[in-house]
C-alpha cells in the first residue's frame, strides 16, 4: 500500500471537525486534565452524561506524572483505595492504610477509564472566559488553543454550551478566578479565591470534601482549585484526596441535572 500524504491530511481535519462540533453543545464540560476531573469524567460518562474535558497542554494527567518530586510514585489513603479498585491502578500497601501506586500507571488507567466511559478529550485547548446569561448561571465556556493562549497571540475564540462546568484547573483555580475577576459581587457570596495555605497533608485531604462543591450557579470546583477557592491546605503527593473529590463533583454534577 503506497501511502498518501493528503489522504492523511484529510482524514486527520476530518475526523477532528467532526467530532469537535458534535462537542460544542453538553452535558458538563470539564476544565484541565488532572486527577480530580479524569475520575469524575469517567463517573459522568457511566452516568450517560455527554462530557468534555478541555486541557490546555499537550500531556494530560496534571501533576499526577510528577509523583513526588520526579519521584514517579503516589500515595493513596485508605477511604480511596476503591478508586484506585475501579480504575485497575495496581499498588501495594507500604504501611497500614497507606497505599503506593506507579504515577505513570495510574495516569494513563485514569484517562483510559475516562475515554472508555465515552468521554471526549481535547488537549492545547485552553479556556480563557466563560458564558454567563439572564440566570446569572455559567452557561458555557470560552475557548482557544492552548498555544494561542501561553504566546498571547491576539486570536478570537470560540464558544462551547455546556449545562455545568466543573473547575479542575489545580492551583490556579481558573475558571473561578474569572467568574470572580468578571462577575461584580461574586467574590462576597460563595466564590472567593483566596489561594492554598502552606502544605498539611491530613487537614488538606479531609477539607477537600467540604470544599468540593457548586460554588457559583453552574459551576463546580474540585481537586487542588476547590482548596485553593476556600483557602485549605495544599496536600502534597497523596492523591487519594483528589480521586475522592473527583466522584464528588461528579455526584453533585449528576445530581444538579437531575432537577
Not at 485508605?78 to 501506586?101: M, Q, R, S, T
Not at 461584580?184 to 483566596?194: D, F, I, N, T
Not at 495544599?234 to 463533583?249: Q, Y
Request: charged share 25%; hydrophobic share 45%; net charge negative.
Amino acid at each position: 500500500m503506497e501511502l498518501d500524504e493528503i489522504v492523511i491530511t484529510r482524514a486527520i481535519v476530518d475526523e477532528f471537525s467532526k467530532v469537535f462540533l458534535d462537542y460544542i453543545d453538553v452535558d458538563v464540560a470539564l476544565v484541565g486534565g488532572g486527577p480530580a476531573n479524569l475520575v469524575a469524567a469517567k463517573y459522568l460518562g457511566e452516568a450517560g452524561l455527554k462530557t468534555v474535558l478541555f486541557e490546555k497542554k499537550l500531556s494530560i494527567g496534571g501533576g499526577m506524572w510528577g509523583g513526588g518530586m520526579m519521584f514517579p510514585r503516589i500515595v493513596v489513603q485508605e477511604e480511596a483505595k476503591h478508586i484506585l479498585d475501579e480504575f485497575g491502578i495496581n499498588y501495594h500497601e507500604y504501611e497500614k492504610g497507606y497505599y503506593v501506586a506507579s504515577s505513570i500507571e495510574s495516569v494513563a488507567k485514569l484517562i483510559c477509564g475516562a475515554t472508555e466511559a465515552g468521554v471526549e478529550i481535547f488537549n492545547l485547548i485552553d479556556v480563557e472566559d466563560v458564558m454567563i446569561r439572564e440566570d446569572d448561571a455559567v452557561c458555557g465556556l470560552v475557548i482557544n488553543w492552548g498555544p494561542v493562549s501561553m504566546a498571547r497571540l491576539h486570536v478570537d475564540p470560540l464558544a462551547v454550551r455546556a449545562k455545568v462546568v466543573i473547575d479542575g484547573t489545580g492551583h490556579d483555580a481558573g475558571v473561578c478566578s474569572t467568574v470572580q475577576r468578571k462577575v461584580p459581587g461574586a467574590e462576597l457570596g460563595e466564590l472567593g479565591v483566596v489561594g492554598e495555605k502552606p502544605m498539611w497533608a491530613d487537614v488538606g485531604e479531609r477539607m477537600l470534601m467540604e470544599t468540593t462543591r457548586e460554588v457559583y450557579p453552574g459551576l463546580i470546583v474540585t481537586g487542588m482549585a476547590a482548596n485553593a477557592v476556600a483557602g485549605a491546605p495544599r496536600m502534597g503527593p497523596v492523591f487519594g484526596g483528589m480521586m475522592l473529590s473527583g466522584k464528588k463533583a461528579a455526584e453533585i454534577a449528576i445530581e444538579k441535572l437531575k432537577k
